[in-house]
């Protein structure tokens, strides 16, 4: 038994099938195979049941994975001993959604490159579902999303998941809307005007749920291009959701776009910023320390945005 072994047994699990593991392993397809039967016959049980759909694990395979997990996990944390800070070299892969990237993120990376001159970081934007699915896949080491409550009942035991900050909900309207005046903006008041509604799951869910209780609206354009809403916004040709950490943007800062506090008499719908990381995978300390700065640098972030 190897390590390689083990790495080949997650990578299958993960693939399932042998070819793409291979593909991502860069070793030949015969070369896993033969590692896998040679694993199998060595602990004396199968570990995957091969078929034309792909490969998957057995009941003991499973077992076979998690403990292979654990053992991967143990070895790159014994790597890590003895290494300063900032001696770790290494790869970090991170993916959020535009709202990270229009606000706090910059920042944390900055800190953290900083402290960290050695590691090769690769960022993606991207929408929530994709988010998690790279996560979920090993693609990406952190993901952060934007999701609701019911996000987290997805997500749950998929993936790990920490929530960073819950958001409050803004009505976010041009200064020349009439809406701009008020001190709350009900759902009533939102559907007299046309919308601009970010293009994700947990979005138009809350839009819908919005039109069944009170009515259809009127729908501009659905995005995800941040600048796009922004830029309708401040022209007054639409209104739309976006969260209390916009305060800093400078349409808001200049009074070009304002936002008001929403508020839903009957059901209000809960928002979180939320870290997740894939499961079963050991976090790293560079994981780790990105986190931790992620976390500050949001701290101080909402600290200057109850400033302002």
């Known amino acids: 038994m190897n390590i390689e072994q083990l790495e080949y047994v997650i990578e299958i699990a993960k693939r399932g099938n042998i070819t793409k593991a291979a593909e991502s392993l860069h070793v030949s397809h015969s070369g896993v195979s ?40 143990k070895i790159t ?44 970081i690769e960022i993606d934007a991207s929408v929530t579902d ?20 019911e996000t987290l009942k997805e997500i749950t035991g998929t993936v790990n998941t920490h929530i ?10 041009s200064k020349h809307s009439p809406l701009a005046k008020m001190d709350v903006v009900k759902p009533q008041d939102m559907l007299r005007y046309p919308l601009v509604i970010r293009n994700e799951r947990a979005s138009r869910k809350t839009w819908n749920d919005i039109f069944a209780k009170y009515g259809p609206g009127q729908v501009l354009f659905y995005t995800n ?25 400078p349409l808001v800062t200049r009074g070009d776009i304002c936002l008001i506090p929403y508020d839903d008499p009957i059901h209000m719908p809960n928002y979180y910023l939320i870290c997740i990381q894939t499961k079963n995978k050991y976090s790293s300390v560079l994981e780790k320390e990105f986190i931790q700065c992620t976390m500050e640098t949001l701290e101080n972030y909402l600290v200057k945005t109850m400033d302002s």
Do not use: W
Request: with cysteine.
């Open 164 to 173: 960073l900050y819950k958001i409050k909900l803004m009505v976010t309207v």
């Open 34 to 73: 033969q590692a896998i039967s040679n694993l199998e016959a060595e602990l004396g049980i199968p570990i995957f049941i091969r078929s034309r759909s792909g490969t998957k694990c057995t009941r003991q395979g499973e077992k076979v994975l998690q403990l292979s997990h654990e053992i991967i996990n």
């Open 77 to 120: 944390e014994l790597k890590e001993l003895g290494k300063l800070s900032s001696e770790i070299e290494g790869n970090l892969s991170i993916s959020g959604a535009p709202l990270f990237f229009s606000t706090f993120l910059p920042e944390a990376l900055h800190t953290f490159r900083k402290k960290h001159p050695y590691v090769q």
């Open 225 to 249: 291009i941040d600048d796009v809403t922004k830029n309708v916004i401040a022209n007054n040709l639409a209104i739309g959701f976006f969260t209390d950490l916009m305060k800093n943007d």
């Open 130 to 149: 994709s988010i998690i699915e790279k996560v979920k896949n090993s693609v990406t080491d952190i993901g952060f999303i934007l999701g609701s409550d």
